[in-house]
């Protein structure tokens, strides 16, 4: 069964507390932490210069009408795409990002971008292995916006067994103890310190709370339906190194990961060559997959796209 509205925005809040401490998130937070793999972090719920999510945002941001810092940003969107890190330093972006925070265009740019990139994919992710109540529903897209969710949903069902073996909840709350031991001893050392997202889940677990029953509380920070009615610790991604943002460019994007997108693609009746190389072919080839299931036929294979192919 679907989430309720009211499902949903506790889910999205529970992310919003870990990214920016609020529960309706901070549309105009910049941060950047120190060794955090994602680099340049910004919006409601945090996207990340590294994983190109924030190029997609600003992009989509400029495409509105009456977007105030257009001009502005739009200077900034070739680097964006390049995943250039040294906008970590760039003060000069940092201030208008966190002046485009307020701009009411730039608000429902994020409501919309962080469903499409985020929320929606992870929905489906949920239901493709079986997990139903929002509880199960928000780890699945806390993983989407921390980052590596497919490689511990992997890890999980190899130690533990599939959801539609062993229950969905069992198999939630294996997932969350795999995670937690992952970040716990990562390699890099930031992510060591968002376990409190895990713990977190692990306490609304404890407390058998699978449907996301309100009031609840946060990290201390209390959820309640007034709160939802209204419109620093770490909060490090840990990006899949693997997943790129895939798109036309000079010279073309090569490699596994093209060359597995274009099978999808040819797998769902679209034709295209399976090279290797995102060319404008490909790139019409993404465009005819996007308008039949309804996405922005952008030719950008993001999150959303590559949620709908199954990759």
């Given at each position: 069964?679907?989430?309720?509205?009211?499902?949903?925005?506790?889910?999205?809040?529970?992310?919003?507390?870990?990214?920016?401490?609020?529960?309706?998130?901070?549309?105009?937070?910049?941060?950047?932490?120190?060794?955090?793999?994602?680099?340049?972090?910004y919006g409601r719920s945090q996207t990340t210069l590294?994983?190109?999510?924030?190029?997609?945002?600003?992009?989509?941001?400029?495409?509105?009408?009456?977007?105030?810092?257009?001009?502005?940003?739009?200077?900034?969107?070739?680097?964006?795409?390049?995943?250039?890190?040294?906008?970590?330093?760039?003060?000069?972006?940092?201030?208008?990002?966190?002046?485009?925070?307020?701009?009411?265009?730039?608000?429902?740019?994020?409501?919309?971008?962080?469903?499409?990139?985020?929320?929606?994919?992870?929905?489906?992710?949920?239901?493709?292995?079986?997990?139903?109540?929002?509880?199960?529903?928000?780890?699945?897209?806390?993983?989407?916006?921390?980052?590596?969710?497919?490689?511990?949903?992997?890890?999980?069902?190899?130690?533990?067994?599939?959801?539609?073996?062993?229950?969905?909840?069992?198999?939630?709350?294996?997932?969350?103890?795999?995670?937690?031991?992952?970040?716990?001893?990562?390699?890099?050392?930031?992510?060591?310190?968002?376990?409190?997202?895990?713990?977190?889940?692990?306490e609304i677990i404890g407390k058998q709370n699978w449907?996301?029953?309100?009031?609840?509380?946060?990290?201390?920070?209390?959820?309640?339906?007034?709160?939802?009615?209204?419109?620093?610790?770490?909060?490090?991604?840990?990006?899949?190194?693997?997943?790129?943002?895939?798109?036309?460019?000079?010279?073309?994007?090569?490699?596994?990961?093209?060359?597995?997108?274009?099978?999808?693609?040819?797998?769902?009746?679209?034709?295209?060559?399976?090279?290797?190389?995102?060319?404008?072919?490909?790139?019409?080839?993404?465009?005819?997959?996007?308008?039949?299931?309804?996405?922005?036929?952008?030719?950008?294979?993001?999150?959303?796209?590559?949620?709908?192919?199954?990759?």
């Open positions: 069964m679907p989430l309720t509205e009211l499902q949903k925005r506790a889910a999205q809040a529970i992310v919003n507390i870990f990214e920016t401490g609020k529960p309706e998130g901070d549309y105009a937070n910049v941060t950047l932490l120190p060794g955090d793999p994602g680099h340049l972090t590294a994983s190109g999510n924030l190029y997609l945002l600003i992009k989509a941001y400029c495409e509105a009408p009456g977007a105030e810092f257009d001009t502005d940003l739009r200077k900034y969107l070739e680097r964006l795409a390049d995943r250039d890190t040294a906008l970590d330093r760039d003060v000069t972006l940092r201030r208008i990002l966190r002046e485009a925070g307020e701009d009411p265009v730039m608000r429902q740019a994020q409501d919309a971008f962080f469903d499409r990139v985020y929320w929606n994919p992870a929905a489906q992710s949920a239901a493709n292995i079986g997990l139903t109540s929002p509880l199960g529903v928000a780890i699945v897209y806390d993983s989407t916006v921390h980052g590596s969710w497919k490689r511990l949903r992997d890890r999980t069902d190899s130690e533990h067994g599939k959801a539609a073996a062993i229950g969905q909840n069992r198999w939630t709350a294996a997932y969350v103890g795999e995670r937690r031991e992952w970040l716990a001893t990562n390699t890099i050392t930031i992510l060591r310190k968002t376990v409190y997202r895990m713990d977190a889940f692990q449907t996301l029953g309100l009031p609840l509380a946060v990290r201390g920070v209390p959820i309640t339906r007034e709160i939802l009615a209204r419109e620093d610790e770490a909060s490090a991604s840990a990006p899949d190194p693997d997943e790129r943002i895939l798109m036309l460019k000079e010279p073309p994007l090569t490699g596994p990961d093209v060359r597995q997108l274009q099978q999808a693609l040819k797998n769902r009746g679209i034709t295209v060559s399976v090279d290797g190389s995102f060319g404008p072919k490909t790139a019409e080839a993404v465009k005819t997959f996007q308008n039949r299931r309804g996405l922005k036929a952008d030719g950008i294979v993001g999150p959303a796209t590559r949620s709908a192919l199954g990759l």
